[in-house]
């Protein structure tokens, strides 16, 4: 039987996404797919929950300021391409599909020297380290967005494959009424839904503790709130706090009015599979590339969502900011129709398609 690898992983973000490729092509090749990923961390769990095998490898993480966790990370990298490397090997895949992050560069490293051809994604609207990495090995590279093109050099440019995001199959078609079901909460409420990533996140959490009062004087707020043992706001009547929301959050976004959250590609992407507007707090800082601002803007110049960056970023602008949205449904309608032509086409199936052609000579 012809094997494909898959790699990526570190987040959910770079996972989910590419387990949506993965169930196409196995529906359209009947080809069986493996996963490289971090031996350490969540990527195991996630991917074998799907029903794929899973191989793990060490995993560095790359960084481009001087550091000195950098000369432990580079012998965790060189192992991870060695081990990546015997794995290949021994599996024999026709073809190597990156979801990126630090994880994925050493398999497509690997891949590139045993002669496997290597196709990569990235998600955001510019590119990261990994996957400006794993494009030298790539022989094509799929991103999201038209304006990706830019950030690439001139030769890499034509690699580019233009077909979005893939979003998890569950999120194309999902209903509200089972998501209202497990909230509890009936057809006519209305619902503000917080979303920090599966991890939670600190300052949309301390926003929302800020802004309660105002927020549910117009919705019923849902707010996954990430693993914190220290949160002690308690569940009410009008506000519903989740560590986690697992396999009902297709359901439970479909339900809601409105989505608060970050602009992780992941996140922004499967609420516009459902024609969400959203209002969007970006990573940002020193600890980050920037990405995730530049997401949010791309979305905001669309007309897709609100975003709330520096001095903005407070409970007094926010509650004013939801406010205004609650009253105004032309406002939210144009928002939504805005982000679903984003994810209106199928770009997980589109790019198991293309993965298909690609060794069609090997089935």
Known sequence: MVSIAFSGG??????YPGLAVAAHLEKLT??????IGSKTGIDRAIVEKAGLEFFGISSGKLRREINFRNLVDIFKVMAGFFGARRILRREKPAL????????SVPPCAAAASLHIPVCTHESDYSPGLATRLNARFAGIIFTAYE???AFFPPA??????????????EFHGAGPERGRAFLGLGPGERILLVLGGSLGARQLNELVRESLPELTRHYTVVHQTGPQSNWDIPAGERYRPYPFIYDEMPQVVAAAELVLCRSGAG??????????????????GSGTRGDQVENARHFQ?????????????????LAA???????????????????????????????????????????
């Open 301 to 317: 110049r669309a007309g897709a969502a609100e975003v709330l960056t520096g001095e903005a970023v407070q409970a007094a602008t």
């Open 147 to 149: 304006e990706t093109a």
């Open 96 to 103: 190597l599909f990156s979801k990126g992050g630090f994880v």
């Open 156 to 169: 890499a440019r034509t690699k580019l494959r233009v077909l979005g995001n893939p979003v998890r199959p």
């Open 321 to 363: 900011l939801v406010a205004r949205l609650a009253g105004d449904e032309a406002r939210r309608r144009s928002m939504g129709e805005a982000a679903s032509r984003f994810a209106g086409a199928d770009a997980a199936a589109l790019i198991a398609a293309v993965l298909r052609d690609e060794i069609k000579d090997r089935l």
């Open 267 to 284: 996140t922004i992407w499967e609420c516009a599979a459902l024609g969400k507007p959203m209002i969007l707090v970006p990573l940002a």
């Open 30 to 35: 009947g080809c069986r797919i493996f996963w």
């Open 10 to 15: 570190g987040t959910g973000g770079h996972i």
